[in-house]
């Protein structure tokens, strides 16, 4: 008996589809609107054109949201968001004993927040990632291709904080470990339940951080041009 992903798959071929990225013309994969490559990216990273944000390139804008947060601590609205992030890492319920894949993203991302408790992450380095991720958006609109890429790399840098729970494999009659995929349904969970609670808290702390750098005249540190950069006109009459 022939499978309906086959024969999906099949079909598809023969009407000669091809990917719907823009400035992509391969064939489709499977029953996926996109090719091999981009339908890898939009499970990754959210987005068919999307890609990964490193690390080194938040480190200047988590120098500038941690200085920030320390000395507006006392502020409402950061006090109140630093509560609610605490509470989500150590106030949530526990994980299930015994993973398995009929778990929902609550229950998944349980696991991913289990972890980062155990590992000490508080809620200030978490506050400062989160506004560090919108100040890169804000500096850099061009940074993210598509709201569900910026959610998605929000989710896993976030659950990156700390090594991911592991999960048990059998493979070849031996038993072992691995890390846990960060699933695509958990990401999208973390993701819409952190921006509807403090989303416009750190919005506002990027905002204000970028404003007063702007107007210092000052540039982040690793990033190649000032934020509040102005076109040359050299060369111009």
Not at 128 to 148: G, K, W, Y
Request: with cysteine.
């Amino acid at each position: 008996m022939v499978s309906r992903i086959r024969v999906c798959a099949e079909q598809a071929v023969r009407a000669g589809r091809t990917c719907e990225a823009r400035q992509c013309h391969l064939p489709v994969e499977k029953v996926s609107r996109y090719c091999r490559k981009h339908s890898h990216n939009r499970e990754r990273y959210g987005d068919p054109l999307g890609r990964h944000i490193y690390k080194s390139e938040l480190k200047a804008y988590k120098r500038l949201a941690a200085k920030y947060i320390a000395a507006n601590r006392a502020h409402s609205a950061i006090a109140a968001a630093l509560r609610w992030l605490h509470n989500l890492l150590y106030n949530s319920p526990a994980p299930p004993t015994h993973p398995n894949r009929r778990m929902s993203p609550q229950q998944r991302s349980l696991r991913f927040l289990s972890r980062l408790a155990k590992n000490g992450v508080t809620a200030e380095g978490t506050l400062c990632l989160i506004v560090a991720l919108e100040m890169m958006r804000e500096h850099d609109p061009f940074t993210f291709v598509s709201d569900a890429h910026y959610r998605a790399m929000l989710a896993h840098h976030v659950c990156r904080l700390a090594p991911g729970p592991f999960v048990a494999v059998w493979r070849g009659g031996i038993g072992g470990r691995k890390y846990d995929r960060l699933s695509v349904g958990t990401r999208n969970f973390l993701a819409s339940k952190v921006i509807s609670s403090i989303g416009l808290v750190a919005l506002g702390a990027a905002r204000a951080i970028l404003k007063v750098e702007t107007l210092e005249n000052s540039l982040l540190k690793g990033v190649n041009v000032p934020i509040n950069f102005q076109p040359t006109t050299k060369g111009k009459p």
